[in-house]
């Protein structure tokens, strides 16, 4: 018995295998671009915790000072008191043209790492040319190729043991790269302490001890960057769904003969039902196989561009190669099992609930579709002020997300009914028979086409969203460049003698040389680049001050206030008024608050003068020049000349706003890639939508045709309606999509880079979507228009004929 | 002369010949019934006549226009205006309810005729049900709602294919009746295939079609 039902059953794939198809492509595209966001983020976590491991102290607890690093006499005394601890110091420098993540210990005190104990086994004096003078840097294979050609460096190591865009050196090195002598981020408290030891709360009560944390810092920094990708996964493997929902539904509807059939030959329903499920399992394990193995095609695409992201913006160790890890292949399997069987579990129900003897027709189908349309639409309007109640109730990135899915689901809940009153209306308006029949029929089909078109919203409103936001910010971001940017060339010298040198040249040939120069210190924990300024009207006229206090320019020349960037104000939550303490004993009030974007961490300004006398040995090597931009030419080919600089190290103006534009775009480049396919598989699902539905059409067309309305004119017809769905499809995307736009910018942003953005809006941009998506819709609906264009006579007459 | 169809001869692809030569006339105003096995061509002949399909040889000519010498426009330019079709499946548009229905033909033909649509309604019996979708009828009322929306367009020639093949006998005969009643009313040709002698014997004409050719 069942070897005779599942026969009929896979009758209608092998009948049908265009629906077959459809339905694996649904489910494989929604398994794989949900897998491949999960591949990406496993393996940046991967990397994460292979980092942790790699720089990790084990389960040691640490020592740190709440206000900022500990100075070394602090570290002296400790250790006289008998404690047996080991100095870390941690920061971001410039080395070369990189900026690279500087760990600085003390080998001889540290817990073994990986990199170390590799680099003994090889040569056993390495531990004595690291402490020696001059040092030694031990960094990962790409890094190291680019660090030892850089002048001025200590010694190159090579190691598969440190993690990527991060060099291991002696603390010692440390202090000197990072340009912050005699300080220490955090001590290491060994194990195997001597008894009898005064405790640490006594000795150092302005320290406090907590338990290790290396690596959690990175994973925190990044999982706004992972819930962003994952967000975006989840919102493609639902328009992934919505093929499968269709198709699933059609094929169900389909086969509601056979299953009459079957039942009445005294099939039990229980097992009919348990063979459906098997057959939906079997289907579910093959799409969801097949995306798999597109999810790892896709991810091994985007991996170099994420990788490069998260190290640009977060200086997360990110490698760009992908394993296949047994988390996200289950979990993709899983997905695909559970998607459908959501997406099945409508048409299954309905199956099992229908009568032995009734056959629904197209208007019950209608009217079914048309009560669930009224379910649709309330079920919307609550989905999205539950989101909205979720943004008020549950605060940070977690509401802001709930906020967009309420948003998205709900509003592609509507949209149904919203298509329905407006093709209502258009009824109202028809001319003609023709005109008539195609409103009354285009409604009639919206329950076949309602879930495609609910994909497309739904992709159409990402890009949309997604795309205001990224334009917003890149106009924004092009602005702020200009404010920032202000001189016309920038240098960068071999050392800081010769940075001295070169300022001394140049004094007399250009109109202003402002020095940079900055080092680290940590602020409520988190490490904050300080930068000292000269007083120079460059930046009191064009810096990009958010807020500002009277006279502010004026104190922060004095030494007798900073300036912040919005990250840090945001994250610690100090704003103009309020008092920053930068170091032990440096406090200072904060006289405005600077937008800073694309830059992960905490920033402040004060006047050179101040940060010198914090930090002596910062760095004197990089300058920014004013002069007029026509001699710019002139003056780069004499310092060439006169300095014997390198290429790299003189960039005007435009090269510099380039070099930063394009990492900007890099920034975006998953973003942007994530989106097209979202728009692809929306595309897809019309084209599937519409020829699953071609059966079922044929009875509904010949008639007319047999009344004289030509196939080309029927084909055109088909056509028009596509374009005519999905245009107002595109119409109501587009304030969906602005809503979308306000969430990312004023919320998602906010809470997860530390900067709110102004919105701007980009008409151009939505024509430029609006045709794609009738180029979409048109090219979905020109394939069965052709064949209905082609199809001979004698198909149509089959429509007609007895046996039918 | 409204219809003649001269030598007229069909195969599909991959088939063997339906029609070897068929030629019959159908005066205006005349009834004819076309009878014979399945299988023997008659709805293929019954498409033809309509310009549903082109034939591979011989004639046909509706109303003066030869058949041959159409394009696909030409050929649903003739549907629409000379032509109307009663199927046995009824192939009402789903869609639209009875009463759009019942006018769609005569819409498109251009000659919608409120007063006739009005009464063709009520003599159908389907008054009551002008708001109701096909679906919702029983067989002999979409038949009915079939036969209405043909004759409303006033076509010269009437096509049906077993208008009540679908139907039981009492609905097949009050069907019948009322079809014919209401083509002699207008002065309709009526072409009608039917494996029924008792229905046959009540038109004007017959004709036998076996192996491809009238017999």
Redesign the interface.
Known sequence: MIGAALQALASHWRRHPLQLATLLAGLALATALWSAVQAINAEARASYARATAQIGSGALDVLEAPGGPIPLPRYVALRRAGWQLSPVLEGRARLGDLRVTVLGLDPVTHPPLPAFTAAMKRDAAMLGRMLAQGGMLIAPPDLAAILTDVPGLPKVQVSDSVPPGMVMTDIGVAERLLARPGQIDRLLILPNQPPGLTPLADLAPDLQRRVSRAGTDTARLTDSFHLNLTAFGLLSFAVGLFIVHGTVGLAFEQRRGMVRTLRALGLPLRLLTALMLGELLVLALIGGGLGLVLGYLVAAALLPDVAATLRGLYGAPVAGGLSLRPSWVLGGLVMALAGTGVASAQALWRMVHMPLLSA?????W?QRAARGERRMALAGLGLIGAGGVALVLVPGLVGGFALIAGLMLGAALLLPPALALVLHLGRRLAR???G??LW??T??QLPGIGLALMALLLALAANVGVGTMVSSFRLTFTGWLDQRLVSELYLTARDDAQGEEIARWLAPRSDAVLPIRSAEFTVQSVPVTVYGVVDHPTYSKNWPLLEQAPDAWDRVNAGAAAFINEQLARRAALWSGDRVQLAPGWTLPIAGVYSDYGNPTGQAIVALPALLSHASAVPNRRFGVRLSPEAVPGLMRDLRAAFDLPASALIDQAGLKAQSLAVFDKTFVVTGALNLLTLGVAGFAILTSLLTLWSLRL??L????????????LARLELGRSLLLAALTALLALPLGLALAWVLLAVINVQAFGWRLPMYLFPADWLRLFGLALLAAGLAAALPARRLYRLP??E??K????A? | MLLTIEDVKKT?PGARPVLQGVSLTLDAGQTLALTGESGSGK?TLL?LA?A???FDAGEIRLAGTALSGLD??G???????RVA?V???F??????TVG?NL???A???GRQDPVWIEELTERLGLAELVAR????LSGGQQQRVAIGRALAARPALLLA??PT?NLDETASTAVMELMLDLVRASGTALFLVTHSDRIAARLDARAHLSGGCIA
């Open positions: 629904p027709g197209l208007q019950a209608a003609g028979p023709v008539d029949w009354a029929d409604r009639a009875p509904q010949a008639p007319v045709w047999a009344l004289g309305l030509t196939r080309g004119t006579p004698s149509l007459l429509v007609f004929a007895n039918r | 599909y709805s498409h309509g549903l399909d082109s696909d426009t050929r649903a330019a003739l549907r629409r205006d079709l199927f046995q499946q192939n009402l548009i789903p869609s639209l759009q006018g769609f033909h819409r498109l033909a979708y096909p679906e919702q294919d077993e093949g």
